[in-house]
């Protein structure tokens, strides 16, 4: 199964970037404090608004800060709230939505009807409430509640699929010998949805920094923490636009859009380990030209 | 029958599901009425019908996945409790059933040990990997799949549907139970394979006393296999009794018509038309179970039905050699005609 997921390019070139960021947020601190001069919070006086240079690779800010270093930073914080919010939400939908498939009647009642509140919840002005409350208690809060916000519509695609799974003759089967539900739950009927939790979890990294990115825009954030998001904040705050200060606010955006990407790439190559459909579309482009196949 | 206790029975079995449609108006499927059925130790009992009569649904109540809406299980003469549609754990230990489809029956991400090993140590506390091997080994030179060692790492679609039923028959035996339910075990394996099948599941039966229930639309592998011959139509059994006399001498029409619509080369081609002075398609369907038709369920296709047969179900009439009917036409009353 690896070896096939690692076969498309959609994939490598998908688990590269993401490889890339993750790298660069592993390193982050150390990379941004072991280069002289780079540090992205401090502001230096004498470099305020620069465009990129030798000395400041991407520009500084209107604060005087340099835009790579932060960028850097920004990514350590971007990447921890995505990951740790598509983990919250994958968890709860995972442990929401199989119970609800696999047993249906009252549980299914109640679980589904707890994932349709947080469906039609309102959820961006709840989230400004809560994150208001919350406000400056650190990127932890932040990655909390958008994970928790977050987890019902995984939610109801577990479900149809854990319903789908759980009546199979297997699952039944082995009911027969006697095997507690607990093991059915997680032995018999959870490997089936490896796929599509695989692909929740990606499609929750990406929402993941979009949300922080989107909440720290409209200005719900830790003020001492940076992340792409608070990049772009400051920068609009500053009229960054309007003074063509490009370099501040186009690598935290590319990056997000670079990021988003990727995982949707990794996704795509999830997507054809599921269907099989696509797969042997993708073996048949991959034939040398002029053989049988044309 | 013996005056044994029977090791498993179904006593006046009624299973009724309800359904509701989109808008809400909720109907009820009479899928089993009135069923009775004993399994004895060693012996095995064919229940056949068209598809949509019941069958399976009778085997789901006998194997406690669905709790009957009247009517009762009883293991050894002791009436299966259910709680919330749930039988109780121990049940299992003693029925065990095998379903039709071998391709479904076996979880695609689970090696052949798996399988058998679960049972091993559910429920009979098996531990240590050397019993377990040795336990696994033993199962699968039980259903003849040899060498053991090279089945039990094998994933299911590493195996064809035969060998994949085998396992399916060899992860029940490992529970040990008294009574093993087929439902159509053969019917979505190859011609040619079917009667190993059936050999085996003969020489299960010799072996350790299993007492079988074989589930079947094939007439031709039920008189091969079985000791005695139900017949179910649209819900409810209309004739039983010992395999031969069922087979070569059907009471009930509807059974005429099913040993009938077996392929005989000795027969004729249109015997079966003459009989019921119809073809094939002026025979009509089975009858729909939410609106089935009143009186006995088989009047509308019957060529001998009466006006009586019209009004009223006909009662069970029991005849010599344990073999039983529902049919006014052997009534008692109808004697005299």
Avoid at chain 1, 58 to 63: D, I, N, R, V
Avoid at chain 1, 114 to 126: E, H, K, Y
Avoid at chain 2, 141 to 147: D, G, I, S, Y
């Amino acid at each position: 199964m690896r070896t096939s997921l690692l076969q498309g390019w959609k994939v490598r070139t998908g688990l590269g970037v993401i490889g890339f960021f993750v790298l660069l947020a592993l390193a982050g601190p150390w990379l941004t404090a072991s280069v002289p001069g780079l540090d992205p919070r401090a502001n230096d006086l004498t470099a305020i608004g620069l465009p990129p240079s030798a000395e400041h690779w991407l520009g500084t800010t209107q604060f005087g800060q340099d835009v790579l270093a932060q960028t850097i930073e920004g990514a350590r914080g971007s990447l921890f709230v995505g990951f740790l919010s598509a983990v919250i939400g994958t968890a709860l939908a995972i442990l929401v939505g199989l119970p609800a498939g696999y047993f249906g009647g009252r549980t299914d009642a109640w679980l589904n009807f707890l994932s349709n509140l947080f469906i039609v919840m309102p959820v961006l002005p709840l989230i400004l409430i809560v994150a208001g409350y919350m406000q400056g208690t650190g990127l932890w809060v932040i990655a909390l509640i958008i994970g928790f916000f977050g987890w019902s519509g995984g939610a109801r695609t577990i479900r149809a699929q854990a319903m789908s799974v759980s009546n199979r003759d297997f699952v039944l089967a082995m009911r027969t010998l006697g095997e507690p539900h607990r093991r059915l739950l997680f032995h018999e009927v959870l490997p089936h949805l490896t796929g599509w939790i695989a692909a929740m979890f990606l499609q929750g990294v990406i929402g993941g920094v979009m949300a922080e990115a989107g909440l720290a825009f409209l200005g719900i954030s830790d003020s001492g923490a940076i992340s792409w998001g608070t990049m772009i904040q400051a920068a609009q705050q500053q009229s960054a636009v309007l003074r063509g200060m490009w370099w501040w606010f186009v690598p935290p955006g590319l990056c997000i859009a670079l990021v988003a990407t990727a995982a949707t790439l990794v996704n795509f190559g999830v997507d054809e380990l599921a269907n099989p459909k696509l797969r042997t579309v993708r073996q048949r482009t991959r034939r040398p030209r002029g053989s049988e196949a044309r | 029958m013996t005056a044994t206790t029977p090791v498993l029975s179904a006593v006046d079995v009624t299973k009724h599901f309800t359904v509701r449609s989109a808008v809400g108006a909720r109907s009820v499927v009479r899928a089993v009425e009135g069923a009775s059925l004993d399994l004895h130790r060693g012996r095995v009992v064919a229940l056949v019908g068209e598809s949509g009569s019941g069958k399976t649904t009778l085997a789901r109540v006998l194997a406690g996945f669905y709790a009957p809406t009247s009517g009762e299980v009883a293991l050894e003469g002791v009436p299966v409790r259910q709680r919330r549609g749930r039988v109780e754990r121990g049940y299992h230990k003693d029925v065990q059933i095998v379903f039709q489809d071998p391709f479904g029956s076996l979880n695609p991400l689970h090696r052949v040990r798996h399988n058998l090993e679960r049972p091993l140590r559910l429920h009979h506390g098996v531990r240590g990997r050397a019993e377990l091997d040795r336990r696994v080994r033993e199962l699968l030179e039980r259903v003849a799949l040899t060498p053991a060692e090279q089945y039990a790492d094998k994933f299911p679609h590493e195996l064809s549907g035969g060998q994949r039923q085998r396992v399916v028959i060899a992860r029940a035996l490992a529970v040990e139970p008294k009574v093993l339910l087929g439902d159509e075990p053969v019917s979505m394996l190859d011609v040619s394979i079917r009667l190993e099948m059936l050999n085996l599941l003969d020489r299960l039966r010799a072996e350790d006393g299993l007492a079988l229930l074989y589930i079947t639309h094939d007439i031709a592998g039920a008189r091969y296999l079985c000791d005695e011959v139900v017949v179910m139509y649209a819900g409810e059994m209309v004739e039983g009794g010992p395999k031969e006399q069922v087979i070569a001498d059907p009471l009930h029409p509807y059974t005429r018509l099913l040993v009938d619509s077996s392929p005989d080369p000795g027969r004729g081609a249109r015997d079966r038309e003459r009989l019921f002075d119809a073809d094939a398609d002026g025979l009509g369907e089975p009858p729909s179970l939410i609106d089935p038709p009143s009186g006995c369920r088989f009047h509308p296709r019957c060529p001998f039905a009466m006006d009586v047969c019209r009004t009223q179900a006909p009662p069970r009439t029991d005849l010599a050699d344990g073999r039983w009917t529902r049919c006014w036409l052997h009534h008692p009353t109808q004697e005299t005609e």
